[in-house]
C-alpha cells in the first residue's frame, strides 16, 4: 500500500490516478470509493471535483440531484478531521435520501475520511471507502484501517490540487511573470514597491492586476493571489 500510495505523485492524469484508486480500494477490500474537493472560489462560488472508484452513474445521481448541498460525508468533511464510520454520522432530513441513494451503488456502509488542508473549510477534500458488505468497516482491523485511508485521503487530496492548479493555470493562461506578480500581492506589496522590484512603472503594474483578473474572473487582486493560493499556485 505504501508503494501504491506514493505512485500517486507520478499519475499525470486522471485516468492512472483512478486506476491507482482502484489498486488501492482492492488492496483494502472496499467495494467503491469516491474523492470529492471542495474550493471555495469567494463567497458565492464554490468548485467540486471528483475521483470515481465505483459506479459511474453515481456521479451522475450525484450531479443531477445537487447532492452537493445534502452530502454528509462533505459536511462532516468541513466540520471535522478524524475518520468516521457511516453509522456515526447524525444525518440531516435530506441526508437520509442522499445515504439510500449511496447504498445502491456500493456505499451500503461506509468510512468518511477528510482531508484538511493549510486553507481551512476554503479547501477541504473528502474519502469516502463503500462496501456492499455490512460490518465492514466495523472489525478489529479497524484501527490500522483508519490509518491506511487517511494516508489514502491525502494523497488524493495532493493530487487533486495539483490537477485543480494545472487546470486553472491553462485556463486563465498564468504564465511565471504572473505567479510573481501574485506571489507580491500575497505578501501586501503595494503597486509602487512591486514597480521598483520589476523596474516598471506603477501604471504598468496596475494594468497586469487588472488583465490577470480578468483571466481568472475575480473582482480585485487581492481575490486573485487568494484563488492562486486556493488552487495551489502559490
Known amino acids: 500500500m505504501l508503494n501504491l500510495l506514493a505512485g500517486f505523485n507520478s499519475a499525470d ?23 470529492l474537493s471542495a474550493i471555495r472560489d469567494d463567497a458565492a462560488r464554490t ?12 456521479a451522475i445521481e450525484y450531479a443531477r440531484l445537487g447532492w452537493h448541498e445534502h452530502d454528509p460525508w462533505l459536511r462532516h468533511a468541513l466540520d471535522n478531521e478524524d475518520p468516521v464510520r457511516d453509522t456515526e454520522l447524525k444525518l440531516m432530513p435530506r441526508e437520509q435520501e442522499f445515504v439510500q441513494t449511496a447504498a445502491k451503488y456500493g456505499f451500503a456502509t461506509a468510512l468518511v475520511v477528510p482531508a484538511p488542508s493549510s486553507a481551512g473549510t476554503s479547501r477541504v477534500g473528502v474519502l469516502c471507502l463503500g462496501s456492499s458488505r455490512p460490518g465492514f468497516f466495523d472489525g478489529d482491523a479497524y484501527p490500522q484501517l483508519r490509518i491506511v485511508a487517511t494516508m489514502l485521503a491525502m494523497e488524493l487530496h495532493r493530487w487533486m490540487r495539483r490537477a485543480a492548479a494545472k487546470e486553472l493555470q491553462a485556463k486563465a493562461r498564468i504564465r511565471p511573470d504572473d505567479i510573481q506578480l ?19 512603472a506603477p501604471q504598468t503594474v496596475d ?8 483571466r481568472l474572473d475575480v473582482p480585485d487582486r487581492r481575490s486573485a493571489a487568494r484563488v492562486a493560493r486556493l488552487y495551489g499556485l502559490l
Open 13 to 35: 492524469n486522471a485516468e492512472l490516478a483512478v486506476e491507482r484508486f482502484h489498486d488501492a480500494l482492492e488492496l483494502i477490500g472496499a467495494d467503491a470509493g469516491v474523492f
Open 47 to 58: 468548485s467540486y471535483r471528483s475521483l470515481l472508484a465505483c459506479d459511474p452513474v453515481w
Open 182 to 200: 501574485l506571489r507580491h500581492e500575497q505578501a501586501g506589496h503595494t503597486s509602487k514597491v512591486i514597480a521598483q522590484d520589476l523596474n516598471v
Open 207 to 214: 494594468t497586469r492586476f487588472h488583465r490577470l483578473c480578468t
